[in-house]
């Protein structure tokens, strides 16, 4: 693994790693020196909310134990992260092991500071391919991913049985439109999702994105305005309310939890409190438009070995995140963060055992789909901006689904070339 790596960022990332200098660990792999086999292995991870006394501190340190070693880790929020991870490689201080949102992992992977899975030694062929997806680059696996989140559809089982829809009847977006004015003419509200002007707009309108069969290299084929239009179409028919417009998931599931309507687009993150519903809740896969299940974007981290000086640390960092990603490990991990589903058959299998409830969540985490997938890379963010500002456009009425994607294709088309 002799090679030369150079750190690439844009003027814009330097800017937002300068402001965060103040609040780096100052440590590094690269500089704890000594025995490779021992001391000290640095860890960073964008759980705040897990302190030192939380299992999930507990698992990190078990790890480091198990390889002989001492785990020191660090928890910043998610933007944070990669920010502080680009400013450490600068700076020849670069943690021994990151764990970061999957859309991150192509970032730090195209500016050369992460190794490969390859290099590193994991054996990667147990995790499913279409989750793994997210962390190619190039050909090249960065790192794996500790679970998988993802989205379908909430009900309240209430309000469709007043309304005489059964849940197994929604297979396409007929049917679904179909029980939407079902729900409405017995008097109750359809659906609520995010259309906010951020990512998670984005994330939230993939799956009828992709469902349509469009393609995120071509924001304004038929397929994609159909997809918008969808969304148009429940808004116009009060299927949908217009707080949609500025919905966050949160704001979505708050809305849910009321108990006025039928469908919620959310996550598995959601499936403890969806029980501890005051009505009846239950799960139907996000359908594509002629049939079958959607792919909706898988959410989640990926644990990856950023390129250290000394290459002999390589042989624990392997160890700690084997360690991370055991069956075993993916479970513990699927329990701590409110179920994200295990990216490996065995892992799924031993969730299964001990939550069979989650058997729609495996489904819908099988059939996910990276947002840096299909070779997208860092070009994702700049045309996820695009989409989520033309499904803005478009439901506001500023424009007509058609106009706002056109519009988006060309911008794109700007900020990628």
Request: net charge negative.
């Amino acid at each position: 693994m002799n090679r030369t790596r150079t750190v690439l960022a844009t003027g814009a990332a330097l800017v937002a790693v300068g402001a965060l200098a103040a609040c780096s660990s100052g440590g590094g792999g690269a500089a704890d020196g000594g025995d490779a086999a021992s001391g000290t292995y640095t860890w960073w991870d964008p759980y705040p909310q897990h302190d030192g006394s939380s299992d999930w501190e507990k698992r990190a340190q078990q790890c480091g134990e198990d390889a002989g070693v001492e785990i020191e880790r660090t928890a910043y929020d998610t933007t944070a992260l990669t920010n502080q991870a680009l400013l450490a490689a600068q700076e020849g201080t670069s943690p021994d092991i990151i764990l970061l949102d999957n859309p991150a992992v192509s970032t730090l992977a195209e500016t050369g500071i992460l190794t490969t899975t390859e290099e590193l030694g994991l054996d990667t062929s147990a995790i499913d391919e279409n989750l793994l997806d997210a962390g190619v680059i190039d050909g090249n696996a960065y790192g794996v991913p500790i679970g998988a989140n993802t989205l379908s559809l909430y009900y309240n089982a209430d309000i469709l049985s007043a309304a005489g829809v059964d849940p197994a009847s929604i297979t396409d977006w007929e049917s679904l439109t179909a029980a939407l004015k079902k729900v409405d003419d017995a008097g109750s509200r359809g659906i609520t999702f995010a259309g906010i002007g951020t990512e998670e707009g984005s994330f939230q309108f993939l799956p009828w994105f992709w469902g349509s069969g469009a393609d995120l290299s071509q924001l304004d084929s038929p397929e994609a305005v159909s997809a918008l239009e969808l969304w148009k179409t429940w808004l116009d028919e009060g299927y949908a309310p217009n707080s949609v417009i500025n919905n966050s998931q949160n704001t979505v599931w708050e809305e849910f939890l009321t108990g006025e309507f039928a469908f919620a687009e959310n996550g598995t993150w959601q499936f403890n409190s969806a029980a501890e519903a005051d009505f009846e809740t239950g799960i139907v896969q996000l359908p594509a438009k002629d049939g079958g299940v959607a792919q909706a974007p898988a959410g989640g981290e990926f644990i990856v070995a950023p390129v250290q000086a000394d290459e002999a640390r390589y042989d624990v960092t392997r160890q700690i995140v084997e360690c991370m990603t055991t069956p075993e490990g993916f479970v513990e991990t699927a329990n701590t963060f409110a179920y994200y589903i295990p990216p490996t058959a065995e892992g799924q299998e031993q969730l299964l055992t001990e939550n069979p409830d989650l058997e729609p969540w495996v489904t819908a985490v099988q059939s996910a789909k990276g947002r840096t997938s299909d070779g997208l890379g860092t070009d994702y963010p700049l045309i996820s901006e695009q989409l989520w500002t033309a499904v803005q456009s478009a439901l506001s009425g500023a424009e007509s689904p058609e106009e706002a994607l056109k519009a988006a294709q060309a911008a794109a088309e700007d900020a990628t070339s």
